[in-house]
């Protein structure tokens, strides 16, 4: 089963903030995020490993409730080169490289 | 460093004839390596996962299968396409360390 992302997709200012939710139904080991401009391949972000560690990329984090089986991925003070769809991707515990992705978020961001 | 390569990169092909599309990694041994296809507009969807040659796990029946006939060398066909095959087809080699997913540039075919 695919994981659930949502919004599917948001609209922003420079400078504003958004929260991308992701959640899975089985009991995950890691979870992945990926950012998507259009016409490329997804390129990584971070992942999460078992914990509830939060991690940055420049002005972006993420956070993993494994006991929700739940990520967030936050956008702080967004800038122009945020925009894109974002992909989870939760490992789960029991079936370890099988990499599935949730149906994305686009993010635009505006000037 | 390790690089990823696939091909082609676009290709037109109509329904009814076969696919194969090749995906190579350099400079890493033993890597997990990934398909995925996006439809327009849509998510990625896993096709296939391999964590060793010869070692193939498949999350979509249907018409294709793949291959890893060398350590570094992934391979996705098909004996006959159908319309809902075009999608933008992505290979991933997965790194051991950071166990990120290091994508290929991808290879768009369009089934007419």
């Known amino acids: 089963q695919q994981p659930v992302q949502s919004p599917q997709a948001v609209i922003l200012r420079e400078g504003e903030d958004a929260v991308i939710n992701c959640s899975s139904s089985?009991?995950?080991?890691?979870v992945h995020w990926y950012r998507q401009k259009h016409g490329e391949a997804p390129v990584f972000l971070m992942i999460l490993l078992k914990g509830g560690e939060q991690k940055g990329h420049d002005k972006i984090s993420a956070s993993f409730n494994e006991k929700k089986q739940q990520s967030s991925l936050y956008l702080t003070a967004s800038q122009l080169s945020y925009s894109g769809t974002y992909f989870c991707?939760?490992?789960?515990?029991?079936?370890?490289?099988?990499?599935?992705f949730g149906g994305g978020t686009r993010v635009l961001v505006k000037p | 460093s390790q690089t990823i390569h696939q091909w082609p990169a676009t290709l037109v092909q109509p329904v009814g004839s076969p696919l194969s599309l090749e995906c190579t990694v350099e400079g890493t041994s033993n890597p997990n390596l990934y398909w995925y296809r996006q439809a327009a507009g849509r998510g990625l969807q896993l096709l296939f996962y391999?964590?060793?040659?010869?070692?193939i796990s498949s999350e979509v029946p249907q018409n294709l299968s793949a291959s890893r006939p060398q350590d570094r060398q992934f391979i996705l066909s098909s004996k006959k396409l159908l319309l809902s095959d075009s999608g933008f087809y992505l290979c991933?080699?997965?790194?051991?360390?950071?166990?990120?997913?290091?994508f290929g540039e991808g290879s768009r075919l369009t089934v007419l």
């Open positions: 089985k009991a995950l080991y890691s």
């Open positions: 991933a080699w997965r790194s051991q360390g950071t166990g990120e997913l290091f």
């Open positions: 391999s964590v060793g040659i010869g070692q």
């Open positions: 991707g939760p490992e789960p515990a029991a079936a370890g490289n099988k990499l599935t």
